[in-house]
């Protein structure tokens, strides 16, 4: 079956870096855009950055210029490269098919950031 998992969140300190990951299972993961959504606390889950087959990116406009996504799919990977890290970028991390997850959603991994 589909299985997302994440990892590599943390705490980090403001102005930090981060470097998550989201292995892949069950499904032939070079066909599908991939996403990194996040969900702070009180709020709804949003989709912070996306990479297609092509490996085109985006990104919403609060991580642009900071966060970088990219993709393996000789191991079924998507990452996402966090930098500059702001206390606002704290939540849990998932990883899914854009604009809508396809798959049902992983545990997700925390990122904490204070000081």
């Known amino acids: 079956q589909v299985q997302l998992v994440e990892s590599g969140g943390g705490l980090a300190q403001p102005g930090g870096s981060l470097r998550l990951s989201c292995a892949a299972s069950?499904?032939?993961?070079?066909?599908?855009?991939m996403s990194w959504y996040r969900q702070a606390p009180g709020k709804v889950r949003e989709l912070v950055a996306s990479?297609?087959?092509?490996?085109?990116?985006t990104y919403a406009a609060s991580v642009k210029g900071r966060f970088t996504i990219s993709r393996d799919n000789a191991k079924n990977t998507v990452y996402l490269q966090m930098n500059s890290l702001k206390p606002e970028d704290t939540a849990v991390y998932y990883c899914?098919?854009?604009?809508?997850?396809?798959?049902?959603w992983g545990q997700g991994t925390q990122v904490t950031v204070s000081s």
């Open positions: 069950g499904f032939t993961f070079s066909n599908y855009a």
């Open positions: 990479i297609t087959i092509g490996r085109s990116t």
């Open positions: 899914n098919t854009p604009p809508g997850a396809r798959f049902p």
